[in-house]
């Protein structure tokens, strides 16, 4: 049986792939501009740390290929890993105690009583204070002999305290300050979290008479979680990278007691002017930023979010 096609048909298939074609083109034209921005902002610069990692540039010197040598060294510098520790160390503070101060002043904030908007207002300032003024201003009630903090401890009996000069306190002084300030993001992340809870499993929950304790963990906190998780990932990678505070109140010091991967870096690259080396210790930085978010993030992934 002879077959019987339709020309117009055939035609207007032709056209329509023609337009898709065309339109496709024509999403390259407005994509363009977007493409180069990101190349030149984020790809090329990528590029070129990689490219000095593996070289033994300084300023004031040619560039010269070294290969793996900068790595080679940086795997064997005890002072890289004593900074790899101090940050570890920090960031392990500075995460932990604000999601638990941040969900606790989440779960007071989320229930009612007079002059709340008033306390949350005042709770959250610390956040959008410039990071440099506030670590300017806890140098200064820092001081051991002038600070606010160890008159206030005098007064209350207690002997007065190093704070940042003793080596021994000078990170947990330091976790102190970051807590102050983002503790209140947890508490908005949180927050939010807890305004979007279903009801139900609450309802259900009075009518079985559980009480508030075994409400916050059968019911509240598996259905947080999700929340928690992204605060703790947030807060986690901005620990990593924390610099400001930490070298306006203690430049690492004393000595090198309180030295993160960022100030390390920072004496690398503009102290001592080894930007081969410096860029080494970009890449491995990044790549364990990378890994520890990833991590977090595959955890929230596989997690069941449902109320026990």
Known sequence: MATVTNPGLSATTAVRKRKEIDRRQRYWVFALPAVVLISAIIVFPWLFTLAMSVSSWKVGESWAFAGVENYRLLAKDPRFQQALWHTLYFTALATVIPIVLGTAAAL??????PLRGLFRTIFIMPMM????????VWTMMFHPQLGVLNYLLVQMGIPAQAWVFNPNTVIPTLVLVEVW?????????????????????YEAARIDGANAFHTFRHITFPLLWPYILVAAVIRIVDALKAFDTIFVISSGGPGTASETINLFLYMQAFAFYNIGYAAAIVVVFFAIIVAISLGLLYIRKTTRWNAK
């Open 129 to 136: 204070a410039t990071p440099v003024a506030i670590a300017l």
């Open 108 to 113: 007071i904030f989320e229930r009612e009583f």
């Open 181 to 201: 300030q983002w503790t209140p993001l947890v508490m908005l992340i949180v927050l939010g979290g807890l305004a979007s809870l279903p009801q139900e499993p």
